[in-house]
């Protein structure tokens, strides 16, 4: 992928941009200016070296909500009123868009580890909050595609449409992995980390979901 | 046959992968498990178990639940023996966890959990993070591992798009990006198809690291040095391949 000017500027400012925008199209009350800002940030796309596919993308998962919410407003309120609303939502969803396929991970996770530093006299530790962050965006699509195998297993079993044969085995699977994450970090970090025992000796024990669920149920 | 453990029938390597500089107690290099026993709850999964390691590659077998996963994760700290004592090249796993990850990397059975970046170029960085490094060594780093691995056209690919082989060649990179002096893989091969097992077998085969190998994939140790044979939480063999995985195979039987 070729590196546009968007690409390049510092992940910082463009989180700060996307925060004054966000704030700034909540203030337009005029429809056509909102479509407008709407056109300009799908324009910033290729501005950016991303196709129309990356564009739309970006919206195709909401397009069922936003058509729902269009009628709604239209109905209830008025079109121009529908109008604005949905070209509001899928400016922001644009703008956020743009952002992220714009700036590597890396980047974004050091800016708000950055952006929290002032906080570490409160307790917050900007390290750890980061690193969740970036857990959540790498595991999402983890889980989901656990989701769809826990799907089939249990379609292929005739319980296909069990919301509960479907949530429990995945909780078990998740639960299981976390603890296996948990000590994949400390293996590959634990050297720079500064809680990493010293002096103190750890024991634990392994993590057993299938126990801890037992124990929720009594 | 049951062998003792044995001294250095090996020198040790650092290859391209390098040492890390990390001011070493002047012990014998080597991991060293003293009397090492072990409980989950009830289940005694280690029983008194002492070997020293010293050789290049060195495999690990044994049925399941027979207590070899247990001993991997205590050879580079992330678990400490209830009773017993592990050192690497004379650092107690108990009080010295920094220098003992240093040391050794740790390879799981699943990629999947052992990637935490989305994309592949930043996870391998993961492994830097808190190093005092610039950010020119950093990615200069990054680079080598990626292309030693043949994953650089990869490293803005997101990981769980990657494929079986892909993945744990990631993890592995990940790990080696810290340039530790032991490896230890845990079941390395289970999730892969033979193709993907082959290649993550000459991989470890050329690695400059030592390398202690938990599997249940015969032919991919049988040209290492030495393989210890577990059962109920002991070690019943440890000898050579061709002695140790007869050994193994006729109890399995």
Redesign the interface.
């Known amino acids: ?1 070729s590196r546009s000017i968007l690409h390049r500027l510092p992940a910082g400012l463009k989180l700060t941009a996307l925060a004054a925008a966000g704030s700034a199209v909540i203030w337009v009350s005029d429809w056509r200016v909102m479509v407008d800002l709407l056109l300009l940030v799908a324009l910033a796309f290729p501005v950016a070296r991303l196709g129309r596919g990356a564009l739309v993308q970006q919206l195709r998962p909401l397009l069922p909500m936003l058509v729902v919410l269009f009628l709604a407003q239209g109905l209830m309120a008025s079109w121009t009123e529908a109008a604005l609303v949905i070209a509001r939502i899928a400016t922001l969803v644009l703008m956020a868009g743009l952002v992220t396929l714009t700036t ?3 980047d974004l996770i050091a800016t708000v580890e950055r952006l929290l530093t002032p906080l570490a006299p409160l307790g917050v530790n900007p390290g750890k909050v980061s ?1 969740a962050f ?2 959540a ?2 595991f999402l ?2 889980i989901a ?1 656990e989701a769809e195998r826990v799907h089939e297993a249990q379609s292929a079993r005739g319980l296909g449409n069990s919301p509960l044969a479907l949530a429990l085995p995945l909780i078990v699977r998740v639960l299981k ?1 976390a603890e ?2 948990a ?11 500064p809680d ?11 993590f057993n979901p299938l126990a801890a669920l037992k124990t929720v149920k009594e | 046959m049951i062998r003792s453990s044995v001294g250095h029938m090996f020198p040790r390597l650092h290859g391209a992968a390098g040492s890390v500089s990390v001011p070493s107690l002047p012990a014998a290099p080597g991991i060293e498990i003293a009397e090492v026993s072990h409980r989950f709850g009830d289940t005694e999964v280690l029983r008194n178990v002492s070997v020293t390691l010293t050789e290049r590659r060195i495999a690990i077998v044994g049925a399941n639940g027979s207590g070899k996963s247990t001993f991997s994760r205590l050879l580079n700290g992330l678990l400490v023996p209830e009773r017993g004592r592990v050192t690497v090249d004379g650092h107690d796993t108990a009080n010295a966890a920094k220098a003992v990850r240093r040391k050794v990397g740790f390879v799981f059975q699943n990629p999947d959990n052992q990637i935490v970046f989305p994309t592949v170029a930043e996870d391998v960085a993961f492994g830097l993070k808190g190093q005092k490094l610039s950010a020119d060594e950093r990615a200069e780093r990054v680079e080598e591992i990626l292309a030693r691995y043949g994953l650089e056209h990869l490293r803005d690919r997101p990981a769980h798009k990657l494929s079986g082989g892909q993945k744990q060649l990631l993890a592995l990179a990940g790990v080696l990006i810290t340039r530790p002096d032991y490896v230890v893989f845990d079941e390395p091969t289970t999730l892969l198809d033979l193709r993907n097992a082959r290649m993550v077998g000459q991989v470890i085969n050329t690695l400059a690291q030592t390398a202690i190998v938990v599997t249940h994939d015969l032919p991919l140790i049988e040209a290492f040095d030495r393989v210890l044979v577990f059962d109920q939480g002991r070690i019943i063999a440890d000898d050579v391949p061709s002695k140790a995985l007869s050994e193994y195979v006729r109890r399995m039987q």
Do not use: F, N, Y
């Open positions: 992928m590597r991970t890396e690193l970036s857990l965006l790498r699509p983890v595609e992995s296996d994450i000590d994949a970090i400390e293996a590959r970090s634990g050297h720079d980390d990493c025992p010293q002096e103190k000796p750890q024991r634990r024990a392994r």
